[in-house]
């Protein structure tokens, strides 16, 4: 049966991260998307600064009314939240639906700018989102804020912050190390409380990255949500970001977007044949 997944994040006017990201993500693992949107990001195109505006608190209640009415989902992601009055009513629907398959990406900056955009939030996400996620998946910026450390530049750093996040109350930790994590290769690390694995894959020649830790929590949601074990989820996601990496876009002369088409071979279906009689 077709499954339903919801993300709870910002709207990438750029198309290519936040609910953009993860809706494309969805369809491409066959699974039916749903949204609720917290927030618009938008980048200016003479200076590159992101700005984000978040949406109303009502309008936002009444997505989230509309996408939980039928109960829970088969997976929720959360990402940019966008503002405090955001993450309690977000808490309040996974809490009453008794929503599980929770997969939560700490977004607090974008790659225009690694600053923190909204530091007021980080704090109330720490208290009532991380306990209830079962995957949480930071950034090394964000992991260094999470972890409260000032460097991740090791894979003995990267243990121990993974180690402190984990004492948050997430299921498992995720940490993206990425192209940024110093050395040859783009490197994550999986853990679950229990057991260390190290994820690697090349780092690729290519700026067309914007929108890649977006649409790796939305491939890690998307594999939950049909069944996946944790880690052949994250194995798969990072199969599927890889090939959206290399086959990326630019939007202009200065940002390049990963293309989430990539890994289903989309290409066949831009220059096939529609059959408008089906
Ligand atoms: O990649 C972080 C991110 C999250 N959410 C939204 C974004 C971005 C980056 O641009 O636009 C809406």
Redesign the pocket.
Known sequence: MLKKVLSI??????G????Q?DIKTFEEYGLFGISSIT???T?DPSTQS?DIYPIPRDIVEKQLATAFSGGALDAVKL??LGSLTNIELIEDYIVRNSQHHLVL?P?M????NDTVLQPEIVSSMIKKLIPLSDIITPNLVETKILANMPKIETKQQMMTAAENIFSLGPKIVVIKGGARFPGYEALDLFFDGRSFEFLTGPKINSQTN?????SFAAAITAGIAKGLQPLDAVKLAKKYVTCAIEHGLYLNDFTGYVWHGAFQNAQQRMIGEINYEN
Request: aromatic letters at 0%.
């Open positions: 994040a910002g709207s990438d006017a750029g290519g991260a936040g609910i990201a927030s618009i990001l980048v992101a990402g940019l990406d977004v900056a974008v790659k225009t914007h929108g890649a830790g977006c």
